[in-house]
């Protein structure tokens, strides 16, 4: 069973920075391509960003692209979100998931652990 810790949320005024923070318990963490989604209040889970299990391949929703950033290290089993240029609707609970496949995934069904979320706030 992989289990899956997110940190690093908080508020920050519009334009700044967060750095979230996921750690993975997995056994063989690189074969698991990782996601980060996100939920704000009465809209569905979308994705954010997601990466590879040998982290060579990222994906990012326009949403996001360019202010964004998503990485991984296969040692200390973590994954990151680096959030910049924030905006007042990135406001959202923003989650880790693993999925049991290297190549990422874009939709919530395609994975199968998932963190206990971090709550984002920015204000504008």
């Known amino acids: 069973q992989v289990q899956l810790v997110e940190s690093g949320g908080g508020l920050v005024q519009a334009g700044g920075s967060l750095r979230l923070s996921c750690a993975v318990s997995?056994?063989?963490?690189?074969?698991?391509?990782m996601g980060w989604f996100r939920q704000a209040p009465g809209k569905e889970r979308e994705v954010v960003g997601a990466?590879?299990?040998?982290?060579?391949?990222?994906y990012y929703a326009d949403s996001v692209k360019g202010r964004f950033t998503i990485s991984r290290d296969n040692v200390k089993n973590t994954v990151f979100l680096q959030m910049n240029s924030l905006k007042p609707e990135d406001t959202a609970v923003y989650y880790c998931a693993a999925r049991r496949d290297t190549w990422y995934g874009t939709r919530v069904s395609e994975y199968d652990s998932w963190g206990q979320g971090t709550q984002v706030t920015v204000s504008s």
């Open positions: 997995a056994r063989t963490f690189s074969r698991n391509a």
């Open positions: 990466i590879s299990g040998s982290g060579f391949a990222t």
